[in-house]
Nanobody, 118 residues
């Protein structure tokens, strides 16, 4: 059982990245999320997506982040456009199995580093 995140790297401000997170060994995933944690800050929710494709974004991050999902292989993606230095963080994926509104199981990936140079 694991979530394997990839796609991070060093990019110049204004550039774009596409992060991927593949879930393996997990059956029945409902919602998948991307979080990020900048140096010295708390982990924050960036975006989420349900099995039927409904998306949600942190209010402060709407517009430059696009989350998507391939249910056939349990992979969640996030495209980040117009990258800013303040987007520098470790990005984590999260998968949840939910029943009757209760999170029954929650899984975290290992994180992928995104560094944006000015």
């Amino acid at each position: 059982v694991q979530l394997q995140a990839s796609g991070g790297g060093l990019v110049q401000a204004g550039g774009s990245l596409r992060l991927s997170c593949a879930a393996s060994g997990i059956i029945g995933i409902d919602a998948m999320y991307w979080y990020r944690q900048a140096p010295g800050k708390q982990r924050e929710l960036v975006a989420g997506i349900t099995t039927d494709g409904r998306t949600s974004y942190a209010d402060s991050l709407k517009g430059r982040f696009t989350i998507s999902r391939d249910n056939t292989d349990n992979t969640v993606y996030m495209r980040i456009d117009s990258l800013k230095p303040e987007d520098t963080a470790v990005y984590y994926c999260n998968a949840q199995i939910v029943r009757n509104g209760i999170i029954m199981h929650e899984f975290w990936g290992q994180g992928t580093q995104v560094t944006v140079s000015s």
